[in-house]
């Protein structure tokens, strides 16, 4: 996909999902109402809450460890030695589901979410 395909589907979207990493960018482009899901931030938290509050969009991420699984052992970072960003995870299917609750509630209350974007019988 090239990227002015990539920033057509982004300007398109609600809901902004993705686990910490360069893609997370893409906020910058989301519109108005939109909501950033960053599954999990690495425990670096302040890198996309900021930019997302910096374009002014929702942010929400998984908080604390709770339903949040390494699947492997910490992958290694030239300089920086074991590093969490480089590791494999599984999430807890209830709690990802809350998140993403949340977002929602976020893009439906917001005063720029356009109604007619919505279909008739969605409901949350």
């Not at 902004?16 to 899901?37: E, M, N, S, V, Y």
């Not at 931030?41 to 374009?55: H, I, M, S």
């Not at 030239?78 to 807890?92: C, E, L, P, S």
Request: proline share 5%; net charge negative.
């Amino acid at each position: 996909m090239s990227f002015l395909e990539q920033l057509q589907h982004t300007q398109n979207t609600d809901i902004f999902i993705g686990i910490h990493g360069a893609g997370l960018t893409h906020t910058l482009f989301l519109p108005d109402w939109a909501c950033l899901l960053e599954i999990y931030n690495c425990g670096d938290e302040p890198c996309y809450r900021n930019l997302a509050a910096l374009r002014g969009v929702g942010y929400v991420t998984w908080e604390g460890s709770a339903g949040l699984t390494q699947m492997d052992e910490l992958g290694t970072h030239k300089g920086r030695g074991d590093y969490d960003k480089f590791v494999n995870y599984t999430v807890n299917p209830t709690e990802f589901r809350w998140l993403v609750e949340k977002a929602i509630m976020y893009v439906f209350n917001h005063p720029a979410f356009p109604s007619t974007h919505m279909h008739p019988k969605e409901e949350l």
